[in-house]
């Protein structure tokens, strides 16, 4: 592929700052970190680096809540840091993505400030949603909008002393931005420019289809359709003059659009719109042939027509760590089910997982990756003393939140806190056996996670750029042929697959049995 089409196919780690590796020792990681690791990722194979939210927080939600779009938080580091890291990244062919969150800002953040200074009716609370209350004295909500936490049944407003209500979908600590309002679209298009001249490649797009609200703020119960927040048609507009933005600098959008129908989903895929879009079908698709063939055949199908590739992703800083979801025979394929103490086989979870991996890695479109994935980590068990997670205290601890997936990295199992570089106890406590994944114990393990990951995105381009054909199979099998004679088989049935004569094996996720055949829960790359 050509250069500037880099994203088509291309491999992209998540890294969530705050976990990645602490360069000061002072228990939170940091651009210093990112920067001594990078010849760990240029090893790794990868394309380019997504950076979960870096910028000035009070960090209410893990940086998703952002005081300043501009600066980089203290804790992480500074603008020159940042500056650095991406023309370092850059010489060892590693690209920069931006993560931005567009629906609201910290209440922190000046504008939000100057609205509260400001008071009712005032035009610096014309950028975000206030509103009187209902009832006598207003002290119901002003609508029946529910929270966007899964497992939150919090109200999404918050009632100030002076009487107004903000709109908030996820914390108090966010507030919604109106999008209607032209300051902030100004705004948005000045800081997407800002980080393209600092040499980023790319920017993903935090929740966003839920920017555009109806500007009645009906109640949802009473007015379902056109739904008053989610998909609304307003969003393709403020897309499409993003989009002449990001042109300028040849910057790409992924943007984080969860919605389950397909075709509504494409509608952003578009060549005046959103490069790309997260495809999040494998989070909540079961380890069955039949079930993983239907989403792929699905995402393949919705990307076609609109010339966009595939995204595929087994993982993020949201949801329950693969090999645990892989592990849990019940809600394995839910990925907010992450009750506490739910049974777990971790050797089977690892099986699949590696499984998974071959499996995403061979298909056509863009791969994302999230740190930790890539050495197997399963979700940690948080003490609930210890939770820092905003979905955990919204949802009344009906749900552990989202931790358990943001544990710091074990680098070097000999070290103190497994090598994170902490001087002190890390933000989040690391469990007892973190130091069994770490990269040291890993790098020269010829069977490790890591090991596969490292062969197969080296391997993976012998795949080219060619479509999917599906191989005839027995039940229980998956097998598609790309370019050149490359195949991916992967057995998720109970029968050992005999693998096709005259075909020769590049890798595969575990062993073969005595007889030279493909076990159940393991994936093999042939070339004929
Ligand atoms: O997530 C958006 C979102 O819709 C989440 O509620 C998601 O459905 C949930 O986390 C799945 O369990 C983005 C970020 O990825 C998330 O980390 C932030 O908390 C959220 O936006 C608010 O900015």
């Excluded at 407003?157 to 914390?171: I, N, Q, S």
């Amino acid at each position: 592929p050509k250069d500037r089409d880099w994203w088509r196919s291309a491999v992209i780690y998540q890294v969530y700052v705050r976990s990645f590796a602490d360069g000061d020792g002072d228990g939170t990681g940091d651009l210093a970190g990112v920067r001594g690791r990078l010849s760990y990722l240029a090893e790794l194979g990868v394309d380019a680096l997504w950076f979960s939210p870096w910028y000035q927080s009070p960090m209410k939600d893990g940086g998703y809540d952002v005081a300043d779009y501009r600066a980089i938080d203290p804790a992480f580091g500074t603008l020159a840091e940042a500056e650095k890291l991406i023309a370092e990244a850059r010489e060892l062919g590693i690209r920069t993505i931006v993560d931005i969150v567009p629906n609201h800002v910290s209440d922190q953040h000046p504008w939000f400030r100057a609205a509260l200074a400001a008071g009712p009716g005032s035009p610096e609370r014309e950028l975000f949603h206030f509103r009187p209350g209902r009832g006598p004295d207003g002290e119901l909500p002003p609508n029946d909008w529910p929270s966007q936490f899964v497992g939150s049944t919090e109200p999404v407003w918050t009632r100030l002393a002076d009487g107004d209500w903000y709109l908030h979908l996820f914390t108090p600590e966010q507030p919604d931005l109106d999008w209607t309002h032209p300051a902030v679209r100004q705004e948005h298009e000045d800081i997407l420019r800002f980080w393209f001249e600092r040499g980023v490649a790319g920017v993903r797009i935090d929740s966003a289809a839920l920017l555009a609200k109806d500007p009645a703020l009906p109640d949802l119960a009473a007015h379902p359709e056109p739904h008053p927040f989610v998909d609304r048609d307003e969003l393709h507009d403020v897309y499409r003059s993003w989009r002449t933005v990001a042109d300028a600098y040849d910057g790409v959008f992924v943007g984080e659009v969860w919605l389950p129908d397909a075709e509504r989903f494409a509608r952003y895929l578009r060549p005046d719109e959103l490069h790309t879009a997260f495809n999040f079908s494998f989070l909540s698709c079961p380890w069955d042939a039949d079930r993983l063939r239907a989403s792929i055949d699905t995402t393949l199908a919705e990307h076609a027509p609109v010339g966009a590739p595939a995204t595929w992703v087994l993982c993020n800083h949201d949801v329950t760590r693969t090999v645990t979801r892989y592990g849990r025979e019940d809600t394995g394929f839910d990925f907010a089910a992450k009750a506490f103490g739910t049974p777990t086989d971790l050797a089977l979870g690892t099986r699949r997982a590696r499984a998974a991996a071959l499996l995403s890695l061979a298909l056509p479109g863009a791969v994302y990756l999230y740190q930790g994935e890539e050495l197997g980590l399963p979700e940690a068990e948080i003490p609930v003393d210890r939770i820092q997670d905003p979905m955990y205290f919204r949802s009344r601890g009906a749900d552990p939140g989202r931790d358990g997936c943001r544990v710091p990295l074990p680098w070097a199992a000999g070290l103190p806190h497994a090598g994170f570089g902490s001087q002190q106890e890390p933000w989040l406590p690391q469990p007892a056996d973190w130091t069994s994944y770490a990269v040291d114990r890993q790098q020269d393990d010829p069977d490790s996670m890591l090991t596969l990951y490292r062969e197969a995105i080296a391997a993976r381009p012998l795949f080219g750029c060619g479509p999917l054909t599906w191989l005839p199979t027995p039940e229980g099998v998956l097998a598609f042929a790309r370019a050149e004679g490359m195949t991916c088989v992967v057995n998720l049935g109970s029968a050992p697959l005999r693998l096709p004569e005259r075909s020769r094996l590049l890798l595969a996720s575990g062993l073969l049995d005595d007889k030279g055949r493909l076990p159940q829960d393991t994936a093999a790359w042939l070339r004929s």
